[in-house]
């Protein structure tokens, strides 16, 4: 069973950046599929990035590409968002989710990943 935990919310100002990081424990996740989510209360959790086992191939979603970098330390078993140039809309609770299937194809839905974290509050002030 893995269980993942997410650290580095917080509140920031428009402009301002904040680094994510989402620890796993219980088994190493160097093959899993990692991801990063975001969810508005009342709203669907949206896919915000993913990366393969290695960062060779990452996958963002078109309203943070360009500002987020997703990266994994294997050996650290943990994974990171680095967020620039964040805006107010980028309010949300974060959650970090692993994909065991992994492969090259990286899953943008809340479906294609089976262990999620508690998340982490990211609030943007304007």
């Known amino acids: 069973q893995v269980q993942l935990v997410e650290s580095g919310g917080g509140l920031v100002q428009a402009g301002g950046s904040l680094r994510l990081s989402c620890a796993a424990s219980?088994?190493?996740?160097?093959?899993?599929?990692m991801g990063w989510f975001r969810q508005v209360p009342g709203q669907e959790r949206e896919f915000v990035a993913a990366?393969?086992?290695?960062?060779?191939?990452?996958r963002y979603s078109d309203s943070v590409k360009g500002r987020f970098t997703i990266s994994r330390d294997n050996a650290k078993n943990t994974v990171y968002l680095q967020m620039n140039s964040l805006k107010p809309e980028d309010t949300a609770v974060y959650y970090c989710?692993?994909?065991?299937?992994?492969?090259?194809?990286?899953?943008?839905?809340?479906w294609g990943y089976g262990y999620w974290g508690q998340g982490t509050q990211v609030t943007v002030s304007s």
């Open positions: 990366i393969w086992e290695s960062d060779r191939i990452t």
């Open positions: 219980g088994r190493t996740v160097s093959s899993y599929n």
């Open positions: 989710a692993a994909d065991r299937s992994g492969g090259p194809i990286l899953a943008t839905t809340r």
